[in-house]
């Protein structure tokens, strides 16, 4: 009989253990299908729409239970739809509320106010100004300018640099001018002065200068200043777009052997200056010499040598070989055009090259020195570029001989 209840009590224990594992189960696979529900609402834009099973929670149902609000009844139907796709789902009962629509009041048709006339574009004049220089020197100024200030400024330069006499003046007061307009004419002006007869046309922010000088030398002097000018970055000209046309008479060009230069030292020529008598005195005036009818040319805004000064700088070497210098100063030099530190170095980067070369030709290095004097040192005015021309060369000052 013992036995018999015991095994009853096992049985009855194993029934309630069951059912409570089968309990958790069921409320397992009863999440998951709202789970489920709930994620496939929510991809496809009903996230406001609310999932969960219909039942009491100890009843095992499949029936969903939709809530919440939807704008039409075209997204309640979808809703339905969607929840009914879902594995396991054995039904659907829809509770979803429509929204109900506000009813928008008619619009009252207004009038189109009429179309505004087209204002009528404003013709501009350009703004111009041309600068003539005839054959004979007479300069002529036509155009505007944006101040009686401005016109009185021009004028007065003009007279200075070509006299009243030579001067006449059509300028007309205009305001609005471009920007650096003072500085492009005032430009022009001084420009005009180095060729024998031209003009600088000005229109807006673009010019054409025209000219003609004497000499194809006298062309590539002035040409190789406007380079100058506007490569220096503090120009108040960078702005306006322009061409420079220049006209010479042809010459035969001149050709010349160019000597390579060579790295051995150079041999004693056959009769040399009687080195016993030699003084700082007579060894300046032999360089001297040499420099009075040619000069030490370099490439343009650059400090390598030009190939036709070697056969110059090797009768220099020949020149200090026989002195017998201790010292001498290789000194650079430039014209004003450009910024004054910029000058400076490029003069001292010459003044080195020329001592570097030199050397090559077998002179101590103890013995020379490379100064650059930059524009500090002018022998001419600046104001032409023949002038500048001669500003821009190297000078040799013998200091000592031993």
């Not at 999932?51 to 309640?76: C, F, Q, Y």
């Not at 101590?364 to 001419?380: C, F, K, N, R, W």
Request: charge should be neutral; glycine fraction near 6%.
């Amino acid at each position: 009989m013992k036995k018999v209840l015991l095994a009853l009590l096992g049985l009855i224990l194993l029934a309630i253990l069951g059912f409570f594992c089968f309990q958790d189960k069921a409320d397992s696979i009863r999440q998951d299908l709202v789970s489920s529900t709930n994620q496939a609402l929510s991809s496809n834009d009903l996230s406001g729409v609310q999932a969960a099973l219909k039942g009491e929670d100890m009843e095992m149902t499949d029936i969903i239970k939709l809530t919440g609000e939807v704008p039409t009844n075209e997204a309640k139907a979808k809703a339905e739809s969607i929840a009914r796709t879902v594995m396991g789902v054995g039904g659907v009962d829809n509770q979803l509320h429509v929204l109900q629509k506000t009813a928008v009041p008619k619009e009252t048709k207004q009038e189109t106010p009429p179309k505004p006339l087209p204002i009528a574009k404003k013709e501009t004049t350009p703004y111009i100004l041309t600068i003539a220089k005839d054959e004979t020197g007479k300069v002529t100024l036509d155009g505007f300018v944006d101040s009686e200030e401005k016109e009185k400024a021009l004028m007065a330069q003009a007279e200075k640099i070509y006299t009243p006499k030579n001067v006449t003046n059509n300028l007309k007061i205009k305001a609005d001018a471009p920007q650096d307009w003072a500085h492009i004419s005032s430009f022009a002006l001084e420009r005009l002065a180095d060729v024998d007869y031209g003009d600088m046309k000005l229109h807006d922010q673009s010019y054409e200068f025209t000219g003609h000088l004497s000499s194809p030398s006298k062309k590539a002097d002035f040409l190789d200043g406007i380079r100058q000018v506007m490569s220096d970055p503090e120009n108040k000209y960078g702005r306006y777009k322009g061409d420079y046309i220049i006209t010479a008479p042809i010459e035969e060009p001149v050709i010349v052997k160019e000597e390579e230069p060579k790295k051995e030292k150079l041999a004693k020529p056959t009769t040399k200056p009687n080195v016993q008598n030699m003084t700082v005195a007579s060894c300046q005036s032999l360089l001297d010499g040499l420099l009075s009818s040619q000069k030490v040319l370099f490439d343009y805004n650059k400090a390598s040598i030009k190939r036709g000064s070697y056969t110059l700088l090797n009768s220099i070497a020949e020149t200090l070989q026989d002195c017998q210098v201790s010292l001498v100063e290789i000194g650079g030099h430039t014209d004003n055009i450009g910024r004054e530190s910029y000058n400076q170095r490029l003069s001292q980067k010459r003044a080195l090259n020329v001592k570097q070369y030199l050397i090559q030709k077998g002179i101590s290095s103890d013995s020379l020195e490379a100064v650059g004097h930059g524009e500090t040192q002018p022998i001419a005015s600046n104001k032409t570029a023949q002038s500048r021309a001669k500003n821009r060369r190297i000078e040799f000052i013998v200091k000592g001989v031993k």
